[in-house]
């Protein structure tokens, strides 16, 4: 595993990059079978990672004639190659935030979570085409009722989205299926305490996420077809039992590799590790 000074760690579909954050807010590019360590900036951060390429999509914040401007960059690992995808002024972040992206199936094009404002407003999913630049909406959440109030991922298949959302009408939480393909919505987990992150192996048989039920970010496993739920890391006799994890990914169908902070009254490290489910 690796283990280093540093939070809000991802990993490339392959696992050979691995983007991070080190205190002081540099955004890091880390080559974890050459160990090389490229610097990309300071207060950036990955958005997400292609499917079938090293291709990263990350933020970065410049100031050009005393303007402040966001971008989104476009960047080939392998090649260290750029491009600005999009720019924005800090007046347009304030009114059109993005609060998460995810290449499609094919990168072909990019799933947006944007909301109306930084702050509040309705949070709906649009779809950008990467050469055109066409924006299109693609699910209003508000006339679903549900308010999606984090990130999303996408199943391998491109076909089913899961997230973590409030239901107003229930004052509820959990985390939310919903079908490209048939446009149904259903609810997954429903807890008194924060379930988010979700994530739905590559089988579609099972959701990770992460929960606060014990008061840290642990990381649980809901099985579709049993509908039972399963403590992956924390709790009695577990391996990890103040994992703290920020970040899971599904290796294959019985194992993940997550980010765990490991805190110490000196220091926060981040441990990227494989956990087997049994």
């Known amino acids: 595993d690796l283990d280093f000074n540093a939070f809000l760690a991802k990993t490339s579909t392959d696992f050979s990059y691995m983007t991070y954050m080190e205190y002081g807010n540099y955004f890091i590019l880390f080559n974890t079978i050459t160990k090389e360590r490229v610097e990309l900036g300071q207060f950036s951060d ?8 090293n291709m990263l999509l990350h933020d970065n914040y ?20 750029t491009e600005v995808f999009i720019e924005y002024t800090l007046d347009f ?17 990019l799933l947006l979570l944007i909301s109306d404002n930084f702050s509040a407003g309705p949070t709906n999913l649009w779809e950008m085409n990467i050469e055109t630049k066409n924006l299109i909406k693609v699910i209003d959440f508000e006339s679903k009722g549900v308010q999606i109030t984090q990130t999303f991922s996408l199943a ?52 990770a996420f992460l929960s606060r039920r014990t008061q840290t970010n642990e990381i649980w496993v ?40 490991e805190r110490t009254e000196a220091e926060s490290r981040d441990r990227l590790v494989k956990l087997q489910l049994n």
Not at 74 to 81: C, F, I, K, Q, V
Not at 93 to 105: C, D, I, L, P, Q
């Open 46 to 53: 990955a958005l997400c990672w292609a499917n079938s390429s």
């Open 62 to 81: 410049v100031t050009n004639n005393n303007q402040d401007f966001f971008q989104w960059v476009l960047r080939n690992a392998e090649t260290g190659d």
């Open 93 to 109: 972040f304030e009114e059109v935030y993005v609060r998460s992206a995810a290449f499609s199936k094919d990168d072909q094009s």
């Open 156 to 207: 391998p298949d491109g076909n089913m989205m899961h997230f973590q959302g409030w239901n107003e009408s229930e004052k509820s939480n959990g985390i939310y299926q919903y079908s490209f393909n048939t446009n149904t919505l259903n609810k997954i987990t429903d807890s008194f305490d924060l379930d988010f992150e979700p994530v739905i192996s590559p089988d579609n048989q099972k959701i």
């Open 222 to 261: 809901y099985d579709i077809q049993s509908e039972k739920y399963l403590q992956v890391t924390g709790g009695f006799n577990q391996q990890y039992d103040k994992g703290n994890s920020t970040y899971i990914r599904w290796l294959n169908n019985s194992e993940l590799v997550t980010a765990m902070v």
